[in-house]
């Protein structure tokens, strides 16, 4: 994923309750990851208090790299959160945005843009909205920089499309069910003469970065004599799913959850929100 982010810095001057600068810094953290953001927090002391991390659910390490109580000269454009101001969408996103809640500090920024996402009263979610809008929403999203490769044309877009039927989300982090994985590559496998039978399945999380990794162990055998032919190995992580057996590569299926959108070839994409179906897909699907 490529971000276009001029790695904004968000200024909170007295916010009326550690909910509110929480919900902000929650607000950051979720949609804009772990860095290339700054976040100056005024008026809840010099020291960030305990409930700020609790209420925030953001890494005590991602505190103590973005996030601040000491204010500095805010880099230009600046632009002022108020409900009256010009919509988001119509300006370009600033350098340092500012969300004042008693109005003192940004009656003295003279040159800052006052901007607004959807009018409301609450300060707060205004504040997110525009937020939203600049960094969260203008995120350019892209297929990983690997090229998608299948072995066999159409057992890849098989794959790919139920890769995509496969995601679901364990705890906010998205992962591929394993059994909807293993069952599609049995079918694929039969075909050839081959049964593939799951051993393990590991899934590794880190709290800080986001990051997801899924590996499933297999092993395959001879469909006629159950002899051991192999071992099959199913990995997930940043959005490429790599199927490798005993002869190498054998699948890289790059997918992008959020378009719900899977490549298994050079320009071979497909998409749940599409209708489109190639031929020979359905042999697959036919298949018991």
């Known amino acids: 994923m490529i971000k276009e982010n001029p790695n904004p810095h968000v200024i909170v001057i007295t916010p009326p309750s550690v909910f509110d600068a929480a919900v902000i810094l929650r607000t950051l953290y979720a949609g804009l990851g772990v860095k290339d953001w700054r976040l100056t927090i005024v008026g809840l002391g010099r020291r960030l208090p305990l409930r700020l991390i609790v209420e925030s659910r953001t890494p005590v390490e ?17 632009y002022v959160v108020d409900p009256r101001g010009k919509p988001a969408w119509s300006l370009p996103p600033p350098n340092s945005l500012v969300i004042d809640y008693s109005g003192t500090y940004s009656s003295k920024l003279s040159e800052a843009q006052r901007v607004r996402s959807l009018g409301l009263n609450s300060l707060t979610y205004e504040a997110i909205g525009v937020i939203y809008e600049y960094w969260i929403r203008r995120l350019t999203r892209t297929m990983p920089q690997l090229e998608p490769y299948s072995r066999d044309i159409r057992s890849g877009v098989y794959i790919a499309r139920k890769s ?7 705890d906010n982090y998205i992962i591929l069910e394993p059994s909807i994985i293993i069952y599609t590559l049995r079918k694929i496998y039969l075909s050839q003469r081959s049964i593939i039978d799951p051993k393990t399945t590991t899934i590794r999380i880190s709290h800080i970065n986001g990051l997801v990794r899924e590996e499933i162990e297999a092993t395959m055998y001879s469909a006629k004599s159950y002899s051991i032919l192999g071992s099959v190995r199913i990995t997930y992580a940043s959005g490429i799913l790599e199927i490798i057996d005993n002869k190498g590569l054998a699948y890289r299926i790059l997918i992008d959850p959020a378009r719900k959108k899977a490549c298994s070839a050079p320009g071979l994409c497909i998409s749940l929100d599409s209708k489109q179906e190639l031929d020979g897909l359905n042999y697959f699907i036919d298949q018991s």
Do not use: D, G, N, Q
């Open 164 to 170: 995509l039927e496969a995601i679901t989300v364990l």
């Open 62 to 78: 991602v505190l103590r790299a973005s996030v601040s109580t000491e204010l500095e000269e805010p880099k230009k454009p600046v």
